[in-house]
């Protein structure tokens, strides 16, 4: 093994602390450096490259393979599309009386994670290839329903002034560039010894691009939250409840879908990880007296984060190995 290998190896093992000491250099730069427009301008290219490389570990060669399973597919669309928008309705009650803080609420809880998900899914021992085959089935669903969803749960008068251009332009830019890129990488790997060394190399700087989003991300908002953290210290509580409730949702949702142990904590998670990172710039676009939408989604992340590592410890015992039905 080289020392570039191993040294990837061992970012791996540790990734979820090397993740926490990112976000604690973020909040650091934040508070120091508070003029954060230079990052702001680096969240979306740092993000189009975190999903390239996340893409790039999707075995589109196989992905046929993945809809296959018709019972893991249909759970994790139903959770995630009609179970988690009734649970976010009742929980944006409590902050229905700000279009801000509602619209961030909304934009970071109905749209389900891709990335970071993965990774503590397979963590917990959950069947983290079925979430990669389904990462791109997953975005292009939560961009396309998320506006309908928004005008439904937030209404007209919320929504009147976002415009529909971020949407698009964060689902060419975001989404489609990286799937594409990814897409012919994989097809030139399987032709080109070079294209494929290169792409080796490039799933392995998985965990340092999103150490740099998660710096970039939270470095640009904590001047924000400093400034006026009460209403976001508010959302924690609702934010610990979401956790609660689809870990309990996900569970029964894997037991009617009588899914085996691996997949039912990889529906767990995927029911309650959030796609914060992908979701923000849309947040970042929106009008300035909409702006601390933003700050409400970075402080959903930290919030996940911590609650992704208690999920790591829970969903053994919560799903052991005992009880697979099939």
């Known amino acids: 093994m080289t020392h570039a290998s191993a040294f990837a190896s061992w970012m791996e093992r540790h990734q979820v602390v090397l993740y926490l000491a990112a976000i604690a250099a973020g909040i650091t730069t934040g508070l120091l450096a508070p003029d954060t427009h230079p990052l702001d301008i680096a969240i979306n290219p740092a993000i189009a490259v975190l999903l390239f490389v996340t893409f790039l570990g999707v075995p589109f060669a196989r992905i046929a393979q993945g809809f296959r399973d018709v019972r893991f597919l249909s759970a994790l669309l139903l959770l995630n599309f009609v179970v988690v928008p009734v649970v976010v309705f009742g929980l944006s009650r409590f902050v229905a009386h700000d279009d801000a803080l509602l619209l961030g609420v909304l934009l970071v809880l109905l749209t389900p994670c891709i990335d970071y998900v993965i990774v503590f899914a397979a963590a917990a021992g959950g069947a983290h290839e079925r979430l990669l085959a389904a990462a791109p089935v997953l975005m292009v669903l939560q961009l396309l329903l998320l506006p309908l969803y928004l005008l439904v749960i937030a209404g007209p008068a919320a929504t009147e002034n976002v415009e529909p251009a971020p949407f698009i332009e964060a689902l060419v830019l975001l989404i489609l560039i990286p799937l594409a890129a990814a897409a012919l990488t994989q097809w030139g790997a399987?032709?080109?010894?070079?294209?494929?060394?290169?792409?080796?190399?490039?799933?392995?700087?998985?965990?340092?691009?999103?150490?740099?989003?998660?710096?970039?991300?939270?470095?640009?908002?904590?001047?924000?939250?400093?400034?006026?953290?009460?209403?976001?210290?508010?959302l924690?509580?609702?934010?610990?409840?979401?956790?609660?409730?689809?870990?309990?949702?996900?569970?029964?949702?894997?037991?009617?879908?009588?899914?085996?142990?691996?997949?039912?904590?990889?529906?767990?998670?995927?029911?309650?990880?959030?796609?914060?990172?992908?979701?923000?710039?849309?947040?970042?676009?929106?009008?300035v007296d909409l702006?601390?939408?933003?700050?409400?989604i970075v402080t959903q992340t930290l919030v996940e984060l911590v609650g992704m590592a208690v999920y790591v410890r829970l969903l053994p015992r919560l799903i052991p190995e005992r009880s697979a039905t099939s």
Do not use: E, K
Not at 197 to 204: F, K, V
Not at 237 to 242: C, G, K, N, V
Not at 291 to 296: F, G, S
């Open 190 to 234: 399987r032709r080109v010894p070079h294209v494929a060394t290169a792409s080796a190399g490039a799933l392995h700087a998985m965990v340092p691009l999103m150490m740099l989003v998660l710096f970039v991300v939270v470095a640009s908002q904590t001047p924000t939250i400093a400034a006026d953290p009460q209403p976001l210290i508010g």
């Open 291 to 296: 702006r601390l939408a933003a700050a409400v």
């Open 236 to 287: 924690v509580p609702l934010y610990i409840a979401f956790l609660a409730i689809m870990a309990g949702l996900g569970f029964l949702t894997a037991r009617i879908a009588h899914l085996d142990v691996p997949r039912s904590r990889a529906l767990v998670f995927s029911g309650a990880t959030r796609n914060s990172l992908v979701v923000l710039p849309l947040a970042l676009a929106l009008p």
